[in-house]
């Protein structure tokens, strides 16, 4: 890094003092071919390389391509170089499967109607990571239409109205008056029956205007998010194997002048009159003189925090500071350490360091005695104690009897970085996301508010109890070995993570229900096209998550046909009752599922549909069981039955249009086959004058 760091400075320079351009920076910097981490293989230093399973090998690459590599380094190369095409060979087919995927979940998505009237929306944000942002809410609004009236917080005027399409001019203004959240009409909460109404889904980003009805946006959708998966895989072979190392950020430094401000941070002043946090979800906030929120750094346990609340700021300032490489355990209160079933040879054994030379004690995965569990308990001098809980894995860093003070750090826990991060995370994790499949070893969240308790160890497993302040408590059971991210006392809300891990979608929908899951989905998906630099615009993946959130589950049956546990449209579901209601019954409880893109595809109404997508027979004989009817609303499904696709010109709604002002202009009694072709809808829609005519 120092190395490419020096070369590009010096390129700086010389071009600055010269005035004559480096044809390979201008390359490289207009985005012609290349990027920076291809200039420093040619012209710096190829850097660190990784084995095929993934591990760094130890001695870097010091040549560069243009003075050419040693026998030796050639050979290491090789391995990044092979890997990268058969990684290209094996992800087209990945990707191209995708697109196929996607298309099937999202063909029947066709823009039915002009406004079907809801009075939902998402609320949306700029998107911020490490305190940057990454995509301005300018960016994110443009194209769709407001679902509030948005007024200049400064004078009072009115900026956008409701059911106003937000245009670059308005999005601008909107920025500019530091406005941070906007409510707008999405797909994900449209009303449509069938498809999804115009001013929900926006402007048609192909033309730059309105979209018009009978556009076929799922069709859209899908391919705007399959046709970069080509390029979310090519580009492990860009790197041929470069062991991107995560170079971990150890700090945070403010980027504009402004205030500070905490959001939800419980702190501790430690022995040096410093300020440690001692919470996992608190925000540091950095705001202009009108209040605007200007950046946004997430504060991780145990970090130091420099600055304090209120304080001014400029740009350089460093805001708060933490090791990358260790997670630690801190105390909150000042006292005596005292030592609980720490057995030597048991669950502790000493271990020295080859760099330092010094002893350390490491708890080890505890013997069968269950009822030993390694703590430190810290005895305060105001009669307070305060006892936490040491997972396998963690080095002690305090003796028995010592005295501490207030955000001391009690143990250590080492970070495991030593496997590089695959660059193709891109492909695979996006599959993962629209299948929405649960994670191996997923994080376990707290379904309720409250405070923590930590149970007993029982066959290995041990309690963790969330009691909320009326009194409810929910159990979670842990393996004993994990290290618990919450101690005894602590307050959780929510969704809070109690364990480190991936998070179950199926597990945000239930806690957090479905806005925040939209909203999750969303995010994630984002997430992995943008590390890749692939702008896609969000309305797409939301068509798609619209898609996988169209069924219910019934809990309750009420005085419905449905039985209980049976996967129904939620349309479906929404008709049967308000029909059960207006007969003054009592209607089904059900709840909203999240299906991956293979099972909505298979779910779907059109078994036609289904069939011709995967496992044939299955939805066939399904099918002709339980005497399915096929009403023929997608696109794929009338291709198959060779019948004019209802997209575009094709749907009923211009057809009528043509049909009525020929009727009107010629007056003659109609034919009988006129009427042939007509279903009962396209007649009731018919004027009339000529209705009564006929």
């Not at 066959?459 to 963790?464: A, E, I, S, T």
Request: charged letters at 30%.
């Amino acid at each position: 890094e120092r190395v490419s760091e020096e070369m590009f400075r010096e390129m700086r320079e010389i071009e600055n003092e010269t005035g004559v351009f480096n044809p390979i920076n201008l390359m490289a910097d207009s985005g012609a071919r290349g990027s920076r981490e291809q200039v420093r293989q040619l012209a710096g230093m190829r850097g660190l390389m990784s084995k095929p399973s993934g591990e760094v090998i130890e001695t870097p690459i010091t040549a560069n391509f243009r003075e050419g590599l040693s026998v030796l380094q050639y050979f290491i190369s090789t391995h990044g170089a092979r890997k990268g095409l058969a990684d290209t060979a094996l992800k087209t087919a990945d990707s191209g499967y995708l697109t196929r995927r996607l298309v099937d979940v999202a063909q029947d998505v066709i823009i039915n109607e002009e406004d079907c009237g809801t009075i939902d929306g998402i609320t949306v944000t700029a998107i911020m990571e490490g305190g940057e942002i990454l995509e301005p809410l300018r960016d994110r609004i443009v194209g769709r239409v407001s679902q509030e009236d948005i007024y200049d917080p400064m004078t009072g005027e009115l900026i956008l109205e409701v059911g106003q399409e937000i245009t670059e001019t308005l999005g601008n203004a909107v920025q500019a008056a530091g406005i941070e959240r906007v409510k707008i009409r999405s797909v994900l909460t449209c009303e449509a029956r069938r498809g999804v109404c115009a001013l929900c889904y926006g402007r048609n980003l192909a033309t730059g205007r309105m979209v018009e009805i009978g556009e076929a946006v799922g069709v859209i959708a899908a391919q705007s998010i399959g046709e970069p998966g080509t390029q979310l895989t090519m580009r492990t072979f860009h790197y041929g194997g470069t062991a991107s190392r995560v170079s971990e950020q150890s700090k945070h430094i403010a980027k504009n002048p402004g205030l500070v401000k905490f959001l939800n941070v419980n702190t501790v002043e430690s022995r040096r009159g410093s300020l440690i946090v001692i919470n996992r979800s608190g925000k540091l906030v950095i705001t202009d003189e009108k209040g605007r929120e200007r950046e946004r750094y997430a504060l991780t346990y145990g970090s130091q925090l420099l600055v304090h609340e209120g304080d001014s700021v400029q740009p350089g300032t460093e805001l708060v500071t933490w090791d990358p490489f260790t997670s630690a355990i801190l105390t909150e209160i000042g006292g005596k350490v005292e030592l609980q079933d720490i057995v030597e040879g048991e669950n502790v054994r000493e271990e020295t360091d080859k760099v330092t030379g010094l002893s350390q004690k490491i708890i080890v995965e505890a013997s069968a005695n269950e009822k030993r569990v390694p703590a430190i308990l810290i005895q305060g001098g105001d009669g307070r104690t305060k006892r936490y809980l040491l997972p396998s894995g963690s080095h002690l860093v305090v003796q028995n009897g010592q005295d501490v003070f207030a955000g001391d750090t009690l143990v250590k826990i080492p970070r495991e970085t030593t496997k590089t991060k695959d660059i193709t995370g891109g492909l695979p994790r996006v599959v993962e996301l629209f299948e929405a499949r649960s994670p191996k070893e997923p994080a376990i969240i707290t379904e309720i508010d409250g405070s923590v308790r930590l149970g007993e160890v029982h066959k290995g497993m041990r309690k963790v109890v969330v009691e909320s302040d009326t009194g409810e408590t929910r159990e979670y059971l842990v393996p004993r070995s994990i290290h618990i991210n919450v101690q005894e006392g602590e307050r959780v809300r929510a969704g809070d993570p109690l364990i480190d891990g991936p998070i179950n979608p199926h597990d945000v929908l239930q806690v957090l229900g479905e806005k925040e899951l939209q909203r999750y989905m969303t995010d994630k998906i984002q997430e992995v096209y943008r590390s890749q630099s692939v702008a896609i615009n969000d309305k797409h993946i939301e068509v798609i998550v619209r898609q996988m959130m169209r069924s219910v589950k019934i809990e309750e049956v009420g005085d419905t046909e449905f039985l209980i546990d049976e996967q129904v449209d939620r349309w479906k579901f929404g008709e049967e009752n308000e029909r059960v209601v207006a007969a003054g019954g009592t209607p089904a409880i059900g709840r909203p599922l999240l299906l991956g893109i293979t099972k909505a595809s298979l779910s779907t109404d059109s078994f036609i549909s289904a069939a011709s997508f995967q496992e044939t027979t299955r939805v066939l004989t399904e099918a002709a069981i339980s005497g399915k009817v096929d009403g023929l609303r997608g696109l794929k499904e009338n291709v198959i039955v060779g019948r004019v696709i209802p997209a575009g010109t094709g749907m009923g709604y211009y057809h009528d249009f043509h049909m009525a002002e020929e009727l009107l202009e010629n007056q003659e009694e109609p034919e009988e086959e006129l009427f042939f072709e007509f279903g009962e809808e396209e007649i009731r829609s018919l004027p009339q004058e000529v209705l009564e005519s006929e």
